[in-house]
């Protein structure tokens, strides 16, 4: 396991990345038609959806 020193600020910065990211992902999963590309996506998902609890 690897742990991250973060200022606020770049919690904050992290935070807003991922958040924009996820909303890109989002329609990259209801664009893509690809069931095993999709799936890999929606997994990408899950794990970018812990780390922002985790940055909470």
Request: proline fraction near 0%.
């Amino acid at each position: 396991m690897m742990q991250l020193d973060l200022t606020n600020d770049e919690i904050s910065v992290l935070r807003k990345m991922i958040e924009i990211y996820l909303s890109d992902l989002r329609m990259e999963v209801a664009d893509t038609e690809d069931q095993k590309f999709r799936e890999g996506l929606k997994q990408e998902e899950i794990t970018l959806k812990k780390i922002l609890q985790m940055l909470t």
